[in-house]
C-alpha cells in the first residue's frame, strides 16, 4: 500500500465510523444514556475531524480525495457495542503503526498518523476500562450510571 492508498483507506474508515458512533449516540440518547451518548457522540466528531485533516492533506499533497465510506454495524445493545470499538480499535493500532514507514519522507503526514494512533491509544484504554467496569458491577449497573 502506498502512502496516499493508506491516508484515503484512512479517510474512508474515520468518515465510517463518525457516522457509526453518531448513529450509537442517538440511539443511546434516545434510551436516555446521555453520559454515555455524550462521550460516543464526542468520539464521533474527533473521528469526522480527523478525516478532514487526513483529506486537506491529500489535497495538500495533489492528490484527490475520495467521497467513500467503509460499511459498519450499527450496534443496540451497550456491552457489544463496546467491544466491537474495542475489536477495532485494537486491530487498527498495529495497523497504523506498522504503516509509520510508509511516512518516512513525509513528516507531516507521519506526524498526523502519529496522533491518530495516540488518540486511538486513549480510545481504547476508555473503552477497556468501561468493559471492565461492566464485568465488575454487571451491564444493569452500568447502564444506570450513565443514564442523566
Known sequence: MTKIEFLKYLAKGWFATSQQHSIHAQLLKARGLNK??????????E?????????????????????????????????EMLEFDCKDAAEALPMM???????????????????????????????????????????ENYIIEMLG
Open 36 to 45: 454515555l451518548a455524550d462521550k460516543i457522540m464526542e468520539e464521533s466528531d
Open 47 to 79: 473521528e469526522w475531524e480527523e478525516a478532514k485533516k487526513v483529506n486537506a492533506r491529500l489535497i495538500e499533497l495533489g492528490e484527490t480525495p475520495a467521497v467513500e465510506i467503509e460499511a459498519y454495524p450499527v450496534i443496540t445493545d451497550i456491552k
Open 97 to 139: 503503526s506498522k504503516a509509520l514507514s510508509l511516512f518516512d519522507d513525509d513528516y507531516v503526514s507521519r506526524r498526523m498518523v502519529e496522533d491518530f494512533i495516540i488518540g486511538e491509544q486513549e480510545h481504547l484504554n476508555w473503552l477497556k476500562g468501561h468493559l471492565c467496569l461492566i464485568e465488575q458491577i454487571g451491564k
